[in-house]
C-alpha cells in the first residue's frame, strides 16, 4: 500500500527546549511533525516530515463541520543507557485503523506508520525528556479535509504525527485524584463510537467534566447510556477496582475504549496470578463495597494517565472513600513494575517494548 519514500525537510529554526520540572501534559511541541495526505483515487501519498507548523483548510473543509476524525495517544522514553522505547505501538495503529473503519477514514498501513514514527523521533530524539515520570507522548491523527458540506464520508484527508514531552497528565501526579460518578450526562451507547477514539466522544464530555471540576473532581466515572447503572470509563482512562482481594474491570462491552494500558495491567496481574475478571460492574455493587469495607483499591489507566490511584468517588452526593485517600499497594505495585518496564529499568517479560 505505501511504497514511497518520506522527504524530511528539518527546520532551520531549532526552538528551546522546556524546563523538564514544568512539564505538564500537552502543551508542548517539537520541532518536526510528520504529514501524509489521502485522495480518492491516489490513496496516502506524499509522506513527509517537515518543521512543525500550522496548517492551512478551507473553512469548508469537513472536518469543521461534522468531526470525522480519529486519533492516537502512545509514548516513547529514554531508558538509563540512553536508548529510546516505544510502548506498544503496533498496537496504537491497529486501534487508529479500527477507528478509522469506525468513522469510515481510509485504512493506514500500520507498518509504515511505524517506520514515519520512528524516523520522525530519530529526528526529534533530543526533545525526549529523561527526568523521572516523563516521556515523549505521541499524537498520530487523521482529519478529513474535503471542502464540502453534505454528510458523507470526506474524499481527502491528512494523517499527521505530532510529539509532546511531557510530565503527568495530572496535577495530582501519582497522588490519588477524586472522581465524580456522573449522573445526568453519558459518553457513549452500545451501537455507538464508544470504543472508537474520535474526538467527539471527548467533546461530548466536557459538559460533564467541567461541572464536576467546578466541584473539585479531577474527572467523571460514565455510567452506560441505557440504565445509567454500569460502570464504564473515566473521561480519559479506564478503570479498575480490587474488591475483598479481587480486581474487576468493565468489559469490552462495544461502547469503552479498548486501552492499551488496559490490556497491560490485566497481563501483568495474570502474570501474578492475581485474580482480574472483566464484567458488568454496577455503581451499586461499588458503593456497597465500600460500606462493607471491602472496596481496597481502585484506579484509572490509560496511556496519559499510566496508572492513577482513585481516593474518592462522589456518587448521589455521597462520598465513597477508597483507601482513606491513599495509594493503595497493588496500585502502587503495578505502577512502578508498568513504568519500570517502560523505560527500560525493569525486565519486559511480554517483549512490549520495541527500540527505535
Ligand atoms: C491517552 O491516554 O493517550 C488519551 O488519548 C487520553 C487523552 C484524551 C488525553
Not at 530524539?125 to 479535509?145: C, K, M, N, Q, V
Not at 462493607?292 to 481502585?298: C, H, K, N, S, V
Request: net charge negative; with cysteine.
Amino acid at each position: 500500500m505505501q511504497n514511497e519514500q518520506i522527504q524530511i525537510t528539518l527546520t532551520s529554526t531549532k526552538k528551546p527546549k522546556p524546563d523538564p520540572s514544568k512539564l505538564g501534559f500537552g502543551h508542548v511541541f517539537t520541532d518536526h511533525m510528520f504529514m501524509m495526505d489521502y485522495h480518492e483515487g491516489q490513496g496516502w501519498h506524499d509522506a513527509r516530515i517537515v518543521p512543525y507548523q500550522s496548517i492551512s483548510l478551507e473553512p469548508a473543509a469537513m472536518i469543521f463541520h461534522y468531526g470525522q476524525s480519529v486519533f492516537e495517544g502512545l509514548k516513547a522514553y529514554l531508558t538509563k543507557e540512553e536508548e529510546v522505547l516505544l510502548f506498544r505501538p503496533d498496537r496504537n495503529f491497529k486501534r487508529l485503523n479500527q477507528s478509522n473503519d469506525r468513522l469510515c477514514i481510509p485504512e493506514i498501513d500500520e507498518q509504515f506508520a511505524l517506520e514515519a514514527l520512528k524516523k520522525l523521533i530519530s529526528i526529534d530524539r533530543d526533545w525526549i525528556p529523561a527526568a523521572e515520570g516523563t516521556s515523549l507522548y505521541i499524537r498520530p491523527f487523521i482529519i478529513s479535509t474535503e471542502p464540502y458540506l453534505g454528510v458523507a464520508p470526506s474524499k481527502s484527508y491528512q494523517f499527521m504525527i505530532i510529539l509532546s514531552p511531557v510530565g503527568s497528565y495530572y496535577k495530582e501526579g501519582i497522588n490519588p485524584v477524586k472522581i465524580a460518578v456522573e449522573r445526568q450526562y453519558v459518553r457513549a451507547v452500545a451501537g455507538g463510537t464508544g470504543n472508537a477514539k474520535t474526538g467527539g466522544n471527548y467533546a461530548s464530555s466536557l459538559k460533564a467534566q467541567e461541572i464536576a471540576e467546578k466541584i473539585g473532581y479531577s474527572q467523571v466515572l460514565w455510567l452506560d447510556g441505557k440504565e445509567n447503572k454500569y460502570i464504564e470509563e473515566v473521561g480519559s482512562m479506564n478503570i479498575f477496582f480490587k474488591i475483598n482481594g479481587e480486581v474487576v474491570t468493565p468489559d469490552l462491552n462495544g461502547s469503552i475504549l479498548e486501552g492499551v494500558t488496559r490490556n497491560s495491567i490485566i497481563q501483568l496481574l495474570k502474570h501474578w496470578n492475581i485474580p482480574v475478571i472483566e464484567r458488568r460492574i454496577s455503581i451499586e455493587e461499588i458503593q456497597q463495597a465500600c460500606h462493607d469495607g471491602l472496596l481496597e483499591e481502585a484506579f484509572g489507566t490509560g496511556t496519559a494517565a499510566v496508572i492513577s490511584p482513585i481516593g474518592e468517588f462522589l456518587w448521589q452526593n455521597e462520598k465513597l472513600p477508597v483507601q482513606d485517600g491513599k495509594i493503595g499497594k497493588l496500585t502502587r505495585e503495578l505502577y512502578d513494575t508498568l513504568t519500570g518496564i517502560q523505560n527500560g529499568t525493569k525486565p519486559d517479560p511480554f517483549d512490549w517494548c520495541v527500540k527505535l
